[in-house]
Structures are given as structure tokens and as C-alpha cells.
């Protein structure tokens, strides 16, 4: 289901099986669609029955998230499977500045006039011979965390199995540095394996940037957008360098403990964790682009300083022009005057060259 272009929702029915004294749990992810980040958050009719993680958040344009709705355990099958269940899920195109909880509700408080989207999903329950997939996947997860299912291997098999958890892009974190501005960053952590992976993001300075999630689940071959937000700063770094790293830890966990979902899981002694850290780089505009605006600048200034000097060029050229232009009228009348005389001369010459040439003929 699309939400009038905003979130693409999958799927529009959350299957439950209905399983006594279990907890089961429903995947719905969230596609961002459009060109700007989308804060949702998630409502149900029943919050004392399920638990939903995360219910609220940020997507960043072109990226997807996978909320976990987890059903509290059943003591009694619902009449004739049938549910009256409904969650319900608001998004509304989210600003630069929402980083917690407090700045997504007053996005989604229709008072305050924003345009929320609304989009409700039903709930069905079914009988476990009709989702084997998930039956078997809790099975294969339930093993891993008992390990059972590396009776045969050695400790360094199981460690080489283990570091491939997650695939996580990019390797450092980059942020294009100005002052008392805010700028995020995008982290995918991809799942490679067929197990649930639990996982934790730390920060050397929490105080200077907001994570959202901080702590998740990544669903067997699926990904999971990590937002990073450093907040705005108001003085440039020695150097113009970045010590803050990044340490991401990730374990297997059981789809049953995503209720218990806790940062103190990854503490627990005996459990093997995988860890991985980014370091944070700034990026500055480059001194060649600076050193080209500075020229462009400097000769824009020469340009116009030598302005006056071609206006008065122009000018005398000008004043030239009206000095020629004056003399036209008395060289065009010389010239008339000098062709009036020759032909003056011409007329008393032909009269007297007859007389010249009979005269003494006259007298032989």
C-alpha cells in the first residue's frame, strides 16, 4: 500500500500464528518513496498486547525500515481466528530539525495544521501449519542462541561464521562541515545470514549527534537505515580533522526476545559480540574553488577600474567623428567650384581653337 505517494507499506494484513504462552512477532516495512525524509510513528488499539519497535522514526529519502510488531503471549485463541485488532500509521514529510520524539509528535499533531497521512492495517491470526517459514526460522534462531547448532565446530569456526552478521556501508561516516548548520548521514546495515541480529550504535561524543535507532533488529536478509544527525556546530575542528568514531556491536538473538530488546544484552558476560567502527570525516570546500572565486572577484574589480579610461577613448573618438563630419560642407563646395572653373576653361578653349588654327590659313 502507498501512502499517497509518501510510504509504501508492506504488508497491508499483519499475520500472527496463534501459538499459546508464545510470542510471535510481524515484520512491516516502511519504503520511503519520495525525495524528502517522512517521520511516521505507529498506533494500535491494543497497546497492553503488543509492543512495537520502533514506533516512530525518520526515513531518509529512497530508504526503507523494518518495524517489529511482537505479540504479548496468548492465553486464549480468539473465536474463530478472527481479530478486531487495527494499527494505524500516521507520516507526514518530516523538517531538517526533527530529531527526537517530542519534534516527530508535533509533525504528526494534525492541530498544528500539517498534512498527516493515515493508513490502517488489520490483523489476522493463523494456525502454524500455515507459516512452516516461520516456525522454522524461530527454530533456527532459537538453536543459534543455544548452540546447539555448532556442537561439531570449533570456537574459531564459529567465530569466522559469526563476523559475517552484518554488511555495513559506508565505512566512514562523512559530513559535509559548515557552521550552526545540521547535516545526517545514511548507515545500511545489511543481514547476511538466516538469523536474527540484534544491534547497538555508540558514539565517543553522544552529546554531538542524535542516532535514531539506536538499538534494532535486522531481520534474516533484510537491511535496516541507521539515521546519523551531528548537530550544528559553531566552531571549525584543529586542523579541520574529526577524532568522534562510531561502534556498532551486533549479536544473534532469538525472535523471542524482542520484547527484551536492551542495550545491557550486549554486555552480558559469555556472549559474543561483534563490533565494528567508523570513523567521522568532515569534508571542506576545496582551495581551488575558493582561489578561482577570489580571481573571478579581482578581475571583475580590474574590469571596472578600467572603465573610465575606455569611456574616454570613446569620447575623443566621438569628439573626432564631429570634427570630421564639420569640414564635409566646405571641401564638398571646393570641389564643386574647381570642376565649374575647368569647365569654364574647357568651353573658352574649344572657342578659340577654331580661330587659332583659320587664322593664317586665312591670310595664305
Not at 499483519?14 to 517521520?39: D, M, W, Y
Not at 559474543?272 to 571542506?284: P, Q
Not at 570546500?285 to 571583475?300: D, F, H, I, M, V
Request: net charge neutral; charged share 25%; proline share 7%.
Amino acid at each position: 500500500m502507498i501512502m499517497d505517494d509518501l510510504l509504501k507499506i508492506e504488508p497491508q494484513v499483519l499475520s500472527f500464528p496463534h501459538e499459546l504462552n508464545k510470542q510471535v512477532s510481524c515484520r512491516i516495512r516502511l519504503s520511503n518513496i519520495t525525495r524528502k525524509g517522512v517521520a511516521f510513528k505507529v498506533m494500535t488499539t491494543d497497546p497492553k498486547k503488543y509492543t512495537v519497535r520502533p514506533s516512530w522514526g525518520i526515513i531518509l529519502p529512497g530508504s526503507c525500515l523494518d518495524v517489529i510488531v511482537t505479540t504479548h503471549c496468548l492465553k486464549a485463541l480468539p473465536p474463530d481466528q478472527q481479530c478486531a485488532d487495527k494499527f494505524k500509521i500516521n507520516s507526514v514529510f518530516a523538517s531538517p530539525h526533527a530529531t527526537t520524539e517530542d519534534d516527530v509528535r508535533k509533525l504528526l499533531d494534525e492541530k498544528a495544521g500539517g498534512h498527516v497521512l493515515a493508513c490502517k492495517l488489520g490483523v489476522i491470526f493463523t494456525s502454524p501449519s500455515q507459516v512452516p517459514s516461520l516456525a522454522a526460522e524461530e527454530s533456527a534462531s532459537s538453536s543459534i542462541a543455544s548452540g546447539t547448532e555448532y556442537t561439531n565446530s570449533s570456537d574459531s569456526d564459529l567465530k569466522m561464521d559469526v563476523k559475517k552478521l552484518l554488511d555495513i556501508t559506508p565505512s566512514e561516516l562523512q559530513f559535509p562541515f559548515e557552521l550552526n548548520k545540521e547535516f545526517s548521514c545514511l548507515l545500511r546495515l545489511a543481514n547476511m545470514t538466516e538469523n536474527h541480529v540484534f544491534f547497538k550504535v555508540k558514539a565517543t561524543h553522544p552529546q554531538k549527534y542524535s542516532v535514531q535507532p539506536k538499538v534494532g533488529i535486522v531481520f534474516p536478509r533484510s537491511t535496516c537505515d541507521v539515521i546519523v544527525r551531528m548537530h550544528p556546530q559553531t566552531k571549525i575542528p584543529v586542523d579541520k580533522e574529526c577524532k568522534d568514531k562510531f561502534l556498532i556491536q551486533s549479536i544473534v538473538g532469538s525472535p523471542r526476545a524482542i520484547n527484551e530488546l536492551t542495550p545491557k544484552m550486549f554486555d552480558e558476560p559469555g556472549r559474543f559480540v561483534e563490533e565494528f567502527k567508523l570513523r567521522v570525516v568532515y569534508t571542506f570546500p576545496s582551495r581551488q574553488q575558493s582561489s578561482t572565486n577570489e580571481k573571478l572577484e579581482a578581475g571583475s574589480s580590474s574590469n571596472a577600474s578600467t572603465l573610465p579610461n575606455i569611456n574616454s577613448n570613446d569620447h575623443e573618438v566621438t569628439q573626432e567623428l564631429d570634427r570630421n563630419e564639420s569640414n564635409v560642407g566646405p571641401l564638398f563646395m571646393k570641389g564643386i567650384t574647381i570642376g565649374l572653373l575647368g569647365l569654364i576653361f574647357w568651353y573658352i578653349m574649344m572657342k578659340m581653337l577654331p580661330l587659332i588654327w583659320y587664322s593664317p590659313m586665312a591670310k595664305i
